[in-house]
T-cell receptor
Framework: DADVTQTPRNRITKTGKRIMLECSQT?????MYWYRQDPGLGLRLIYY???????NKGEISDGYSVSRQAQAKFSLSLESAIPNQTALYFC????????????FGEGSRLTVL | GQSLEQPSEVTAVEGAIVQINCTYQ??????LSWYQQHDGGAPTFLSY????GLEETGRFSSFLSRSDSYGYLLLQELQMKDSASYFC??????????FGQGTELSVKP
């Protein structure tokens, strides 16, 4: 089983719908992250959490919210999806990041029509 | 603000050596990481430089010059399977990684 698991892997939805992307990890890391990837724009940080009680906005948090339900679970929500939120979303985890290493899930491809 | 610059595309032939450069501007620089991504799959970690100099891991090496805000990833003995996107990422004082836009490497026979 993967250390970082994202569900769903693919989702097609309509404008205005609420969508939740879920992430769970078995690495025992305190830090979790949500990134968005668009062609030619690299990976942009949406939200991150350094422990269960800590939630921080990243570079592009508008239109998104998150919930850290437990050390192992970090969910990303789009309250009212819009077409320009069509993207590939990655969850990642890390320890203190002393080695600069993030561990990524396989990604969730979201299409908003 | 924070920004990273890397070439959008690089092409090389099998067996050759290729260098992918990355320049950055950031507050509170702690280190530079490199990641590889195949065809929209999960990015995978390649290397990390916190101090100036060269780090070698098999066919891949990574270099950092903090005074020049510059680093590069060097891939030797290129193989077809090295065709992928490569991202540099800065670890900043906020304790997170900020990524560049990625370099698409095409390895030709």
């Amino acid at each position: 089983d993967a250390d970082v698991t994202q569900t769903p892997r693919n989702r097609i939805t309509k404008t205005g719908k609420r969508i939740m992307l879920e992430c769970s990890q078995t690495k025992g890391h305190d830090r979790m992250y949500w990134y968005r990837q668009d062609p030619g724009l690299g990976l942009r940080l949406i939200y991150y959490s350094f422990d269960v009680k800590d939630i921080n906005k990243g570079e592009i948090s508008d239109g998104y919210s998150v919930s850290r339900q437990a050390q192992a679970k970090f969910s990303l929500s789009l309250e009212s999806a819009i077409p320009n939120q069509t993207a590939l979303y990655f969850c990642a985890t890390s320890d203190l990041l002393a080695t600069g290493e993030l561990f990524f899930g396989e990604g969730s491809r979201l299409t908003v029509l | 603000g924070q920004s990273l610059e890397q070439p959008s595309e690089v092409t090389a032939v099998e067996g050759a050596i290729v260098q992918i450069n990355c320049t950055y501007q950031t507050s509170g620089f702690y280190g530079l990481s490199w990641y590889q991504q195949h065809d929209g799959g999960a990015p995978t970690f390649l290397s990390y430089n916190a101090l100036d100099g060269l780090e070698e891991t098999g066919r891949f090496s990574s270099f950092l010059s903090r005074s020049d805000s510059y680093g590069y990833l060097l891939l030797q003995e290129l193989q077809m399977k090295d065709s992928a996107s490569y991202f540099c990422a800065v670890r900043n004082q906020g304790g997170k990684l900020i990524f560049g836009q990625g370099t698409e490497l095409s390895v030709k026979p």
